[in-house]
């Protein structure tokens, strides 16, 4: 048995270890974004698109399971956070609390009518309640229907961070980002993460050892909800608006093209993903229309070519885990 | 309590008109290797899957440990200490051996759903795993994929997953199947060093193997139990002998 556990798993110590380099990287760069002169805006937006996809990713890469729905947590979660901003006139830090606690709620009741179904009707369901949702908020009043939630005052974050300052709040962006990032990270390689990755790989076996998969499943669907929400209620005081884009399918087409474009089920590959479709929009802007039909072509490109995503591809390349 | 462990009674399961499994009544003894043997499409599959909660018996009733279990889900059945494997060889591809193993060990200890504590939790676990790794003769193999394993070895592996749960009964599906003659005679021996203190229920096509291993047979054919007894009654049965030459088994 000594044989054995003196050099304890080298191969997934190694990972462990890639992994923390890769992230040291990461964390550096986006430290020093603001001395660099880069639009702190950019960054900011695309932090907020990374964490949702990285909680988008969670559920698919991990847990084998594709929402077709998930901007309706981003959507909700800005609108509950904008709400009680401009309206309720709550600190930031509430406001956040609230929009998250919203997408969490939302996480339970869809869950619960979607974790049932497999594959393609599960995303079918997912896109469903989105479209619904979309529907309500394009009706209800307190949305502002097509003009959204503007103008919503950013504040000081518990009392102390005047988030209008474009540097503070980006540290305080970049803060929530890295809290999201890692808490995946650590719901990935926690007991929880190593029995939806059972689950994953082979369902009717993890039934057979006793595994009741529907309830992992769900946990996984809410967790991925509730951090989906929390980049909602954070983008909120970026854009200072929340509005109906947010909710609409074309978002959730957008979040799972970043996830691909990155690399799914792999750690880092949803947040360079998300940096390279946003500044795609960003730089490309000027192309007006052709924006979509740029994205569609590098969609099929990496579809047809990388499978695997720009950080699956390197990862697989040099056999290590990022 | 009775000496048996698995009763059926009038197990009957229909797909759509056609009828795969017909009134069965299996009895399994506690403590015994039995085998379920018969041609392919007898429903021996179907059989298994119903004892074992992925599919709902159309008629009939199935009684665990003196409990009846018709009705319970899938997972609470393997609670209860009936572990299955299945036909097609089932591991978990992308883990390494021991996270295969680990991952049965782990559903006991009760904090599966702790997405918060970091994995390391599991590291207790280790030495275990490795302990029914070694058991199964994969310790050359603890860190590989059990993906990249050849069929022999999965085999092994599932075997070892099962293990983990120390179950008071194991369902085999065609443990043999697909495997070289050295794999065989290693997982036979297993076969029979685990049954020392469990219930062994094993569907089987490689008939020495039955002969060598089980302490009684009963035989399916066209979803209905055609034969029952040791080895050299059911072997000598002329209906059983036709069925197997009527569908070219040897
Ligand atoms: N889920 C299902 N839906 C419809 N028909 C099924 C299903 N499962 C099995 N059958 C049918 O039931 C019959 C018995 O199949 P089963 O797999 O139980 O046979 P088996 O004895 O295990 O055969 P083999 O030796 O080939 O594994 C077959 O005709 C099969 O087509
Ligand atoms: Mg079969």
Same mark, same amino acid.
């Given at each position: 048995m000594t044989v054995l556990t003196d050099d304890?798993?080298? @191969?997934?110590?190694?990972?462990?270890?890639?992994?923390?380099?890769?992230?040291?990287?990461?964390?550096?760069?986006?430290?020093?974004v603001p001395l660099t002169g880069v639009y702190p805006f950019f960054?900011?937006?695309?932090?907020?698109?990374?964490?949702?996809?990285?909680a988008f990713n969670l559920l698919i890469g991990y847990g084998g399971l594709l929402s077709f729905g998930h901007a309706m947590f981003l959507g909700t979660a800005g609108y509950v956070t904008a709400h009680a901003l401009k309206v309720w006139g709550v600190s930031p830090e509430l406001g956040i609390l609230l929009g998250t606690a919203g997408a969490a709620a939302l996480g339970v009741i869809t869950g619960l009518v979607a974790i049932r179904r497999q594959g393609i009707y599960f995303a079918m369901i997912t896109l469903a309640l989105s479209q619904l949702?979309?529907?309500?908020?394009?009706?209800?009043?307190? @949305?502002?229907?097509?003009d959204g939630i503007q103008g919503i005052p950013q504040g000081y974050l518990f009392g102390i961070f005047n988030l209008a300052r474009p540097t503070t709040l980006y540290y305080v962006i970049l803060a929530g980002f890295l809290f999201g990032f890692l808490l995946i990270y650590r719901t990935i390689n926690s007991p929880f993460g190593e029995v939806l990755?059972?689950?994953?790989?082979?369902?009717?076996?993890?039934?057979?050892?006793?595994?009741? @998969?529907?309830?992992?499943?769900?946990?996984?669907?809410?967790?991925?909800? @509730?951090?989906?929400?929390?980049?909602?209620?954070?983008?909120?005081?970026?854009a200072q608006n929340a509005s109906l884009t947010d909710v609409h399918w074309s978002m959730s087409g957008e979040i799972v093209l970043m996830t691909l474009v990155g690399g799914l089920g792999t750690i880092f590959g949803p947040v360079v993903g998300a940096f390279v479709i946003i500044a795609m929009q960003q730089y490309l802007a000027g192309f007006g229309q052709w924006v979509t039909v740029i994205q569609g072509v590098i969609f099929v490109t990496c579809v047809l070519t990388f499978r695997r995503g720009v950080i699956g591809e390197i990862a697989h390349y040099f056999r290590r885990s990022l | 309590m009775s000496d048996y462990i698995l009763e059926t009674q009038g197990l009957t399961k229909?797909?759509?008109?056609?009828?795969? #499994?017909?009134?069965?009544?299996?009895?399994?003894?506690?403590?015994t290797i039995h085998a379920l043997i018969g041609p392919n499409g007898a429903g021996k599959t179907t059989v298994f899957n119903l004892l074992t909660k992925f599919l709902r018996p159309t008629k009939g009733s199935i009684?665990?440990?003196?409990?009846?279990?018709?009705?319970?889900?899938?997972?609470? #059945?393997?609670?209860?200490?009936?572990?299955?494997?299945?036909?097609?060889?089932?591991?978990?591809?992308?883990?390494?051996?021991?996270?295969?193993?680990?991952?049965?060990?782990?559903r006991p200890l009760g904090n599966s759903f702790h997405f918060w504590r970091s994995q390391s939790v599991l590291d207790k676990l280790n030495e275990r795993a490795e302990e029914l790794v070694c058991a199964v003769g994969l310790q050359d193999f603890i860190k590989h994929d059990a993906g990249e394993l050849a069929y022999g070895r999965k085999r092994a592996l599932e075997i070892a997953t099962t293990l983990a749960l120390d179950p008071e009964m194991l369902l085999l599906d065609e443990p043999m199947a697909g495997l070289g003659t050295e794999d065989i005679g290693r997982i036979a021996a297993l076969i029979k060093s685990v049954a020392k203190n469990r219930t062994v229920l094993m569907?089987?096509?490689n008939l020495s193997v039955v002969a060598d291993l089980s302490d009684r047979i009963t035989v399916l054919a066209r979803g209905e139990i055609l034969a029952e007894g040791v080895y050299a009654e059911v072997s000598a049965n002329p209906a059983?002998?036709?069925?197997? #030459?009527?569908?070219?088994?040897a």
């Amino acid at each position: 048995m000594t044989v054995l556990t003196d050099d304890i798993l080298p @191969t997934s110590g190694r990972a462990v270890r890639d992994e923390m380099i890769a992230f040291a990287v990461m964390a550096g760069l986006l430290l020093i974004v603001p001395l660099t002169g880069v639009y702190p805006f950019f960054v900011m937006q695309a932090l907020c698109f990374a964490l949702l996809a990285c909680a988008f990713n969670l559920l698919i890469g991990y847990g084998g399971l594709l929402s077709f729905g998930h901007a309706m947590f981003l959507g909700t979660a800005g609108y509950v956070t904008a709400h009680a901003l401009k309206v309720w006139g709550v600190s930031p830090e509430l406001g956040i609390l609230l929009g998250t606690a919203g997408a969490a709620a939302l996480g339970v009741i869809t869950g619960l009518v979607a974790i049932r179904r497999q594959g393609i009707y599960f995303a079918m369901i997912t896109l469903a309640l989105s479209q619904l949702l979309y529907f309500i908020y394009l009706q209800t009043p307190f @949305t502002h229907g097509e003009d959204g939630i503007q103008g919503i005052p950013q504040g000081y974050l518990f009392g102390i961070f005047n988030l209008a300052r474009p540097t503070t709040l980006y540290y305080v962006i970049l803060a929530g980002f890295l809290f999201g990032f890692l808490l995946i990270y650590r719901t990935i390689n926690s007991p929880f993460g190593e029995v939806l990755k059972a689950i994953r790989e082979n369902e009717p076996r993890a039934i057979s050892l006793g595994y009741k @998969t529907d309830q992992y499943k769900l946990l996984a669907y809410i967790l991925s909800a @509730t951090l989906a929400g929390f980049a909602g209620s954070l983008k909120v005081f970026v854009a200072q608006n929340a509005s109906l884009t947010d909710v609409h399918w074309s978002m959730s087409g957008e979040i799972v093209l970043m996830t691909l474009v990155g690399g799914l089920g792999t750690i880092f590959g949803p947040v360079v993903g998300a940096f390279v479709i946003i500044a795609m929009q960003q730089y490309l802007a000027g192309f007006g229309q052709w924006v979509t039909v740029i994205q569609g072509v590098i969609f099929v490109t990496c579809v047809l070519t990388f499978r695997r995503g720009v950080i699956g591809e390197i990862a697989h390349y040099f056999r290590r885990s990022l | 309590m009775s000496d048996y462990i698995l009763e059926t009674q009038g197990l009957t399961k229909d797909f759509l008109g056609f009828t795969a #499994v017909k009134g069965v009544n299996l009895q399994v003894a506690r403590g015994t290797i039995h085998a379920l043997i018969g041609p392919n499409g007898a429903g021996k599959t179907t059989v298994f899957n119903l004892l074992t909660k992925f599919l709902r018996p159309t008629k009939g009733s199935i009684t665990f440990k003196g409990e009846d279990v018709t009705w319970v889900k899938p997972a609470d #059945v393997a609670r209860r200490g009936m572990i299955r494997s299945f036909q097609i060889s089932a591991v978990f591809p992308n883990l390494s051996v021991r996270e295969n193993v680990r991952v049965a060990l782990q559903r006991p200890l009760g904090n599966s759903f702790h997405f918060w504590r970091s994995q390391s939790v599991l590291d207790k676990l280790n030495e275990r795993a490795e302990e029914l790794v070694c058991a199964v003769g994969l310790q050359d193999f603890i860190k590989h994929d059990a993906g990249e394993l050849a069929y022999g070895r999965k085999r092994a592996l599932e075997i070892a997953t099962t293990l983990a749960l120390d179950p008071e009964m194991l369902l085999l599906d065609e443990p043999m199947a697909g495997l070289g003659t050295e794999d065989i005679g290693r997982i036979a021996a297993l076969i029979k060093s685990v049954a020392k203190n469990r219930t062994v229920l094993m569907v089987e096509h490689n008939l020495s193997v039955v002969a060598d291993l089980s302490d009684r047979i009963t035989v399916l054919a066209r979803g209905e139990i055609l034969a029952e007894g040791v080895y050299a009654e059911v072997s000598a049965n002329p209906a059983v002998i036709e069925a197997y #030459v009527g569908t070219g088994h040897a």
